[in-house]
């Protein structure tokens, strides 16, 4: 049983697609997240939704669009992709307690973008 | 801002040797600190955790202590397996609901 699953694991493409990304999580967290890896494995958080609604949109190009159709799904979808787009992204969620910031991540495997 | 430092990578040891691995933090407030480990081809996962000063995280034989007047969390394991081959990140989580993470250090160790 996958707490939390991606797909594609693996996503090769050419400039200029539109791709999507799809995430589940089947552990009841509220709280989504989509992070991008970059080829020195430094993490990046991009988008943050609690129950469906954004919470963290860092500085990401516009072509990034985060869609949750409800909190148990977060998907990635990305326009005119471009070669600096290649990466690793991954998908976590988080139960998030009120005044509580301990709360334990649980990332998916990843889904590695290869723009050519 | 928030933000966390760890040393460089890529460290490389041999079975059996002492590890450490420095992190320290910039922070606003009390944030809970965070080591996760990323295996070969997988996601990351939570390999311990302290929620306030002087707290002592650990498991499968890694500790990290909360040290406040040092903002540190630094990693350490008295005798490394080659199992123990990962990326390694330190992490804080404060009250603007993100996970910040430094720029991991990988591990190498050796039969």
């Known amino acids: 049983d996958t707490a939390v699953s991606q797909t594609p694991k693996y996503l090769v493409t050419q400039m200029g697609n539109d791709k999507s990304i799809k995430c589940e999580q089947n552990l009841g967290h509220d709280t989504m997240y989509w992070y991008k890896q970059d080829s020195k494995k430094f993490l990046k958080i991009m988008f943050s939704y609690n129950n469906k609604e954004l919470i963290i949109n860092e500085t990401v190009p516009n072509r990034f669009s985060p869609k949750s159709p409800d909190k148990a799904h977060l998907n990635l979808h990305i326009n005119s992709l471009e070669l600096g787009d290649s990466a690793v992204y991954f998908c976590?969620?988080?139960?998030?307690?009120?005044?509580?910031?301990?709360?334990?991540?649980?990332f998916g495997q990843g889904t590695r973008l290869t723009v050519v | 801002g928030n933000s966390v430092t760890q040393m460089e990578g890529p460290v490389t040891l041999s079975e059996e040797a002492f590890l450490t691995i420095n992190c320290t933090y910039t922070a606003t407030g009390y944030p809970s600190l965070f080591w996760y480990v990323q295996y070969p081809g997988e996601g990351l996962q939570l390999l311990l955790k302290?929620?306030?000063?002087?707290d002592k995280g650990s498991n499968k034989g890694f500790e990290a202590t909360y040290r406040k007047e040092t903002t540190s969390f630094h990693l350490e394991k008295g005798s490394v397996q080659v199992s123990d081959s990962a990326v390694y990140f330190c992490?804080?989580?404060?009250?603007?609901?993100?996970?910040?993470f430094g720029q991991g250090t990988e591990l190498s160790v050796k039969p």
């Open positions: 302290a929620t306030k000063a002087d």
């Open positions: 976590a969620s988080s139960q998030e307690l009120t005044g509580v910031y301990n709360t334990e991540a649980f």
């Open positions: 992490a804080l989580y404060n009250q603007g609901g993100k996970l910040i």
